[in-house]
């Protein structure tokens, strides 16, 4: 049973930072890809960053020069560092992992709020 976890989310002023982890349950070595996702109220989920197992990483336009994916192997975990938030990035984030050749999973959310 592969299972996610994630955490850092939180409340943070305008200009702020949060650092989110998600926890895998098993080597991610064992993913073709890790990213992480957000989703806002009354919008649909679309994806913030990713990086494959090689190390190639994916940016949304909106969060690029700010937010940066990483990964410690030996930890388990796929991290998103946040700079300098704007309310526009208040979400529920997503971790997500692929498996191939089509297996999909998701960690159960964490909310983040950027608010004054």
């Known amino acids: 049973q592969v299972q996610l976890v994630e955490s850092g989310g939180g409340l943070v002023q305008p200009g702020g930072s949060l650092r989110l982890s998600c926890a895998a349950s098993?080597?991610?070595?064992?993913?073709?890809?890790m990213g992480w996702y957000r989703q806002a109220p009354g919008k649909q989920r679309e994806l913030v960053a990713s990086v494959t197992l090689g190390g190639s990483r994916n940016y949304a336009d909106y969060v690029k020069g700010r937010f940066t994916i990483s990964r410690d192997n030996a930890k388990k975990t796929v991290y998103l560092q946040m700079n300098n938030l704007t309310p526009e990035d208040t979400a529920v984030y997503y971790c997500?992992?692929?498996?191939?050749?089509?297996?999909?999973?998701w960690g159960q959310g964490t909310q983040v709020t950027v608010s004054s």
């Open positions: 997500n992992a692929v498996r191939a050749p089509s297996n999909t999973y």
């Open positions: 098993i080597s991610i070595f064992s993913f073709s890809a």
